[in-house]
């Protein structure tokens, strides 16, 4: 029983793509949230969403959107792809001022 | 801007022996916590420490916390092959829900 997966693990892309990463989370917890890991190992918050609110990291492209189709799902798509963009994304959820359970992440490479 | 740094980077010992890492953040905080990532897999929690709160034990983890000093550190005892991992401190300032700052995590290598 996975508590947070997403799909892809590995997604392989050519610049100026369009891209979608799927997260699911079976916990029953009301906010999830989508984190940026890059080479070094530096882990930063792109966006949190509960059913009321989006919590949007400035320093996010506008090229990336989170999409929630329910509250046990939130996808990330990402337009007009970059080099830059290369990274391990991983979904993540959490119950109010509890600690955050994380998916396993999807590496993203942009070519 | 970063809020956590862990220090060492990179930390290499023998099995049985003692693992301490350190990290330090730099505004107020409500609580501090620390997760382990295995190679190629997420984060997971181990631990959590409140503002108010000096040390904190669960199994073979010790954190304690100085907030005088802004700093943290993760003591992992009689350490296994098995804690090869990186260990990431994360500080919840309480601006937003989850709004975890990362450091960039001191990775741990565990020789049989």
């Known amino acids: 029983d996975t508590a947070v997966s997403q799909t892809p693990k590995y997604l392989v892309t050519q610049m100026g793509n369009d891209k979608s990463i799927k997260c699911e989370q079976n916990?029953?917890?009301?906010?999830m949230y989508w984190y940026k890991q890059d080479s070094k190992k530096f882990l930063k918050i792109m966006f949190s969403y509960n059913n009321k609110e989006l919590i949007i990291n400035e320093t996010v492209p506008n090229r990336f959107s989170p999409k929630s189709p329910d509250k046990a799902h939130l996808n990330l798509h990402i337009n007009s792809l970059e080099l830059g963009d290369s990274a391990v994304y991983f979904c993540?959820?959490?119950?109010?001022?509890?600690?955050?359970?994380f998916g396993n992440g999807t590496r993203l490479t942009v070519t | 801007s970063q809020q956590g740094e862990e220090d060492p980077q990179a930390l290499s010992i023998q099995e049985g022996e003692n693992a301490t890492m350190n990290c330090s953040y730099k505004t107020s905080i409500n609580n501090l916590q620390w997760y382990r990532q295995n190679s190629g897999r997420g984060l997971v929690h181990l631990i959590l420490i409140r503002s108010n709160e000096r040390e904190k034990h669960s199994g073979r983890l010790r954190v304690t916390l100085d907030t005088s000093k802004k700093s943290s550190s993760l003591l992992i005892t009689a350490s296994r092959a098995a804690d090869t991992a990186s260990y990431f401190c994360?500080?919840?300032?309480?601006?937003?829900?989850?709004?975890?700052?990362f450091g960039k995590g001191t990775k741990l290598s565990v020789k049989p």
């Open positions: 993540a959820s959490s119950q109010m001022g509890s600690p955050l359970h």
């Open positions: 916990l029953g917890h009301d906010t």
């Open positions: 994360a500080t919840d300032a309480g601006e937003s829900q989850g709004n975890l700052i």
